[in-house]
Each structure stands twice: as C-alpha cells, then as structure tokens.
C-alpha cells in the first residue's frame, strides 16, 4: 500500500482535531495516516518511526534488547524529532537524521522488542503526547486510540489478515533498494505473526481497538477503497462534532 491519492480541500471545524489510528504491523497505517494527513490539512506523526529511531541508537549501542535497565538508561539521554518530509516524516535522532535507516528487518524487529518495556513505553507515551499536544495532527501507531489520546476526536483501528498483511510487506522490502538479502514471502509473513504475537500480549498497553474505534478491515479491498472508507470515517466523526 504505497499508492497516495493528491490532497483535496475539505472542510473541517476550525478547533484542532487527533485522529488516532490503531493497527497491527503491515495493516497500512502509515500510508492511510499520510493521505488523511493530506486531505484534511492535519500534520501526520508516525510514531513506530520513533520506536524504530529508539531501536537504531541501541543497537549502535550494543545493549541488550531483552533487558529493561539498560534502555531505560538510553532513552533518558535521547531526543527525536520528527519534522514533515518529502512522502513520510524525516525523524532526527538525536540531531541527526535517519529516516534512511529504519526500514530495515534489524530495525523494525528491534523496536518491536525494546517496545515491550513499560519503562520505555512510558517515556515515549510522554514524548507522542508533547508532539501532539496542540492537535491538528493524525497520529497512527500500536495504542494512540487507548493510551497515547484515548480522547481522540477519530479512532481508526485498521487491520487486515496477516498473510495479506505479509505479502504487503514483502512487496514494499522488494521495491525499496536495499542491500538485505531478499527473503520469501513464508519467511516475512512468519515474522509478521511473531510481531502480532509480542505486540497483543505484552503486559503494558497491548495492541487493542479502543472500545470507540471504527474498524477498517482491508483484507479484500484496494488501496483506493481503503482510502475512501478512511475519509468517510473521518468526515462522519467531524460532522457529528460540528
């Protein structure tokens, strides 16, 4: 899901609004977060791309990923920032920047695990609520919808069957050049529900729809559908709040 429809005029209320969207790893939130971003005049913020600059710096780092201590430790001597970029969001990690370097499998399994500590979920709950304090922003991760802004004005929770999932994200890894050994669809899809697995049953703030949620399975749709529906939920919410 790489495909992004032009930005159009809509009309919104003049007050600021969070759109919160929720979802599992390969559902399509970032691309659904850009466009909506786009459409309705909103700042995107990717938060997975936070934990994933989290990730690069302890690996550079050498810690252990399974230990709580040690990236507690890190992340009180870290700073990012995400700023608008050219498709996604440009993150700076501590002052420089990496957006290049956080699509690859190392990274993206690294925040996954270093996700999972509450210690290190509590800092960067702090720091998404800081970005997005103000509003006007739509705002898609793993629990924006229950625990970042459970008061979000729109909460999508997106999702879709993990071996369509999978076979997302094997296309993207093959149309991105990179120098990782090209894996099998089986393979990608296995890690997929290992993520699915660590991101549902994790002791602080699982993967969940909030109660309020509207749930957008993308399973049979195309990618111009899921953008459609994306909109209409967003422009009922708003006009029920005008």
């Not at 005029?9 to 659904?32: M, Q």
């Not at 997005?132 to 991760?141: D, I, P, R, S």
Request: with cysteine; aromatic share 4%; charged share 30%.
């Amino acid at each position: 899901m790489t495909v992004e429809s032009p930005s159009q005029a809509s009309v919104i209320p003049s007050r600021k609004i969070i759109v919160a969207i929720d979802g599992p790893a390969g559902a399509g939130k970032s691309t659904i977060a850009r466009h909506l971003a786009r459409h309705f005049g909103l700042l995107n913020l990717e938060t997975g791309a936070m934990y994933r600059a989290f990730a690069l710096k302890a690996l550079r780092a050498g810690l252990s990923l399974d230990e709580s201590a040690g990236l507690e430790s890190l992340s009180a001597k870290t700073t990012i920032h995400l700023a608008p970029g050219e498709g996604e969001n440009r993150v700076f990690l501590d002052g420089e920047d990496v957006t290049r370097q956080l699509r690859n499998s190392e990274v993206t399994d690294a925040a996954s695990r270093v996700s999972v500590f509450p210690a290190v979920r509590a800092w960067m709950v702090c720091l998404q609520q800081e970005l997005g304090a103000k509003g006007g922003v739509v705002m898609e991760g793993r629990d924006i919808g229950t625990v970042v802004f459970p008061n979000a004005d729109v909460k999508i929770f997106l999702d879709a069957a993990p071996e369509v999932r999978g076979m997302r994200r094997f296309e993207q890894m093959g149309a991105r050049s990179s120098t990782e050994p090209m894996r099998q669809p089986e393979e990608v899809i296995r890690e997929l529900r290992e993520r699915d697995q660590r991101d549902r049953s994790r002791a602080d703030s699982p993967l969940r729809a909030a109660a309020d949620a509207m749930l957008l399975d993308s399973t049979g749709m195309t990618l111009e559908e899921v953008l459609r529906a994306a909109e209409k939920i967003v422009e009922e919410k708003l006009a029920s709040r005008a």
